[in-house]
């Protein structure tokens, strides 16, 4: 396996609308791991990771499987607690799950004897903080409005295609405000038509509520045509091979100008692929190594 | 896929539907299936009986087993021992359910008190229920009281085991979702655990009423207490009474067939996200 030393691109502050490019999300050397009892090994998920998001920044994560691209967003979920490093949300060390804070699921995690409404209710009735009945409507018809779920208020999710329930999870995201959107494979389940579709309306909601959006994703050609910068990580432990700037021009699902078929686009690609591609046969060759379990 | 917006904002739902045109009596259908189904049953049983193939003390007449069924109640043999049997069981199951269901759920969300108490449910859920006969007649005599436990053994501790398998396996990526929304520990059971475990509950239920109604059988086929429609069985079998055995078992099979009928609406009711699933 290629050792390559977590480093850090400098990129310009990024100018999103109105949003001002201060850092947001931060990650200090961050080490991460799962403990095998039983067979008294730790697994090492991440290693060294250090990295910023600025705010109103779209940052897309690619990497081969199992090279903790989950564990690093779920840390900053607050799922997971770092073996060492820090990670910090401005400013202050991340302890847990908070409402600054909202995730999107691969497979939606949708309560299925929740109607569609009710389950983006979800996101603002557990917290502290009453939000009166009416406005509570109100957020939930937005949200559903900006998902494009108005008319399936009352349907259940078994009701409802893989796109669409996806968008419900979009919509409990959404429906609380969060500062920073968490999204994990969100359209890894969903088919390539619908994927595309919802990538559009993706790129379309982030510039109407301008959250800042941690995407973890397998799609090289998703993570171009969404991120503003692409973190590539490495394989097990994860470390960041590489930062790369996204310097394409928004709104890139628009019909007049095709993003996909610029020159730039088809440079990023290569340049993502022939990275990923010498991870991904870095797997295969080290795969007598990959457990790399360290006795406690 | 883009934004979809129902043409008719009267209709709740934005999904299309179409009337189509169903016979009238297609509900019937199925019941009318049933009955005739039934009726061909009872007819051959009859014709069987009728040409003596079968020794007739083994296999009587349909219609002297109705007769049975009819006399049976005009004349107070029958009812007695059914409200007895009834009763006995609806009580047994109703303390198998207060007892089974908390102390599943408990096993399901808490580690120690799982080992602590697993080796006991495991060994009583599995332990054949017959064998607890003689002790509990040792114990509590040929009361009533003794057929009331042996309804309850046997039918808390399916009960238990399905609610505590509900529990443990709750989908993890739901937790994650109500961490992620900020459930506290109460709400995380109130609003993910418990609605999750529901259609478990259920199912435990319905093994519950399942090896109830044998406790209830054995404990008054051999509990030796003299009421129940197991005494009624036994009693029948002794006097070489078949139209009356069979009477019994068609009353018993009715009995069960009910319950557990009634537990499957339940069930659909409970959890109909779940029906699409099956079906």
């Known amino acids: 396996m290629v050792h390559v030393g977590s480093h850090q691109t400098d990129h310009p502050a990024k100018e999103r609308a109105s949003t001002v490019g201060s850092t947001l999300i931060e990650a200090v050397e961050v080490s991460a791991g799962y403990d095998n009892r039983r067979e008294r090994t730790r697994l090492i998920a991440l290693r060294d990771i250090s990295l910023t998001v600025t705010q109103g920044e779209f940052l897309a994560i690619v990497g081969p499987s199992g090279c903790g691209k989950t564990t690093l967003i779920n840390m900053i979920a607050g799922f997971v607690k770092p073996l060492s490093g820090v990670v910090r949300v401005r400013g202050a060390e991340v302890n847990g799950p908070g409402a600054d804070r909202a995730m999107v699921f691969q497979d939606y995690a949708l309560l299925p004897w929740r109607t569609v409404e009710r389950n983006v209710e979800f996101a603002i009735e557990n917290r502290r903080g009453y939000v009166p009945k009416a406005e509570r409507r109100r957020r939930i018809a937005d949200a559903l409005g900006l998902v494009g779920l108005v008319g399936f208020e009352k349907s259940y999710p078994h009701e409802l295609s893989g796109g669409m329930r996806q968008r419900v999870g979009i919509a409990r995201a959404l429906v609380g405000e969060p500062e920073i959107l968490l999204m994990d494979e969100p359209f890894g389940a969903v088919d390539a038509m619908t994927r595309e579709a919802m990538q559009a309306e993706l790129e379309k909601i982030i510039a109407e509520t301008r959250q800042t959006v941690v995407f973890i994703t397998h799609s090289i050609d998703e993570a171009i045509t969404l991120g503003d910068r692409i973190v590539v990580v490495s394989n097990r432990p994860g470390t960041i091979r590489e930062i790369i700037d996204v310097d394409l021009p928004r709104p890139r699902f628009d019909e007049r100008n095709d993003v996909k078929r610029s020159a730039r686009f088809g440079e990023i690609r290569s340049h993502l692929w022939a990275l990923l591609s010498d991870e991904a046969l870095g797997a295969k060759s080290g795969s007598v190594t990959q457990q790399e379990g360290e006795t406690r | ?279």
């Open chain 2, 1 to 279: 896929m883009t934004h979809v917006v129902p043409a008719d904002q009267s209709t709740q739902r934005a999904a299309q539907t179409e009337t189509i045109t169903v016979s009238r009596y297609a509900p019937f259908r199925s019941t009318a299936i049933t009955i005739v189904n039934l009726a061909v049953f009872f007819l051959i049983w009859e014709l069987i009986a009728r040409a003596e193939l079968i020794n007739a003390l083994f296999f009587p007449k349909a219609s002297a087993m109705f007769a049975a069924i009819y006399n049976g109640f005009a004349d107070g043999t029958i009812w007695p021992e059914l409200s007895h049997s009834v009763s006995n069981f609806m009580i047994g199951l109703v303390i198998s359910i207060v007892i089974g269901i908390p102390v599943g759920l408990l096993m399901g969300a808490s580690r120690i008190a799982d080992l602590i108490l697993s080796p006991y449910v495991w060994a009583m859920a599995s332990l054949p229920r017959v064998a607890l006969i003689p002790l509990l007649i040792l114990i509590m005599g040929f009361d009533n009281s003794m057929q009331l436990t042996i309804i309850v053994l046997s039918a808390v501790f399916p009960i238990m085991v399905n609610c505590m398998a509900g529990v443990k396996t709750v989908d993890p990526s739901l937790l994650r979702a109500g961490r992620v929304f900020g459930t506290s520990r109460l709400q995380t059971y109130s609003k993910i655990i418990l609605p999750f475990t529901l259609p478990f509950v259920i199912a435990g239920v319905n093994q519950g009423i399942a090896r109830g109604l044998v406790g209830m059988l054995i404990g008054e086929l051999l509990g030796g207490g003299g009421n129940g429609l197991g005494f009624l069985l036994d009693r029948a079998g002794d006097q070489f009474d078949a139209p009356m055995l069979y009477a019994v078992l068609i009353l018993l099979a009715i009995m069960s067939v009910g319950l557990i009928q009634s537990m499957r609406w339940l069930e659909q009711r409970a959890a109909p996200w779940r029906d699409t699933a099956r079906t």
